[in-house]
């Protein structure tokens, strides 16, 4: 059973879903959800983990430099004896004092092929290519912006999507599947 924290900033629909399997599937035999960590303590998906009974903490920057915060992170990862993180929306780039005291033990879902577009808005990226199919990326973290090693992809139809909202409805219900099975595989 590996000792997970999620790390969010917003709205926290994938840590949902994970915490689902977790609860009833077969994620639940290989990941205890140890903490929600947020940065923004208005991150609505906190009051969620709250509701579903996990740990929470929340750390917010207040003008600290990049490595000074993440080294605090790392202190209260420690404290809760967290052994694998899990970026679920978490909005700032890690530092190298946090990658390297998880060596491969940090993850993140991105909303299109990190090898065409990094950074924001991946589904506003596909819905204004155009595009009949984007592509749903897990990845390793490393202290880039979405440059770690891919571990799996899935993909996601677009055809006939005619808003930005339904290109995002239908590639979030592909995000919400795939992430807790990639994790299952992963800590299996
Ligand atoms: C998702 O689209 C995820 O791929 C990206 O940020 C969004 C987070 O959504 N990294 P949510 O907070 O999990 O609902």
Redesign the pocket.
């Known amino acids: 059973m590996t000792k997970t924290a999620i790390f969010?900033s917003?709205?926290?629909?994938?840590?949902q879903a994970i915490l689902e399997q977790v609860h009833q599937g077969e994620l639940g035999k290989r990941m205890q959800v140890g903490l929600v960590f947020s940065n923004l303590p208005q991150a609505p998906?906190l009051l969620k983990a709250v509701e579903a009974g996990v740990p929470v903490a929340c750390l917010p920057v207040q003008g600290r430099k990049r490595a000074e915060y993440d080294a605090l992170v790392v202190e209260l990862l420690r404290i809760y004896d967290i052994e694998f993180i899990v970026l679920?929306?978490y909005m700032r780039i890690l530092s190298p004092v946090l990658v390297d005291a998880f060596p491969r033990r940090i993850v993140?879902?991105?909303?299109a092929d990190t090898r065409r577009h990094q950074g924001l808005d991946g589904y506003r990226w596909a819905w204004e290519q155009g595009v009949q199919e984007t592509t749903i990326t897990v990845h390793y973290v490393d202290s880039g912006l979405d440059t770690g090693e891919i571990i799996a992809q899935a993909s996601v139809d677009l055809r006939g999507a005619d808003s930005l909202q339904e290109v995002e409805r239908r590639g979030?219900a592909v995000?919400h599947a795939l992430y807790p099975q990639v994790l299952s595989q992963l800590l299996a």
Do not use: F, K, T, V
Request: glycine residues 24%; proline residues 6%; charged residues 10%.
């Open positions: 969010i917003g709205r926290g629909s994938n840590m998906g679920a929306g993140n879902i991105h909303p979030l995000e």
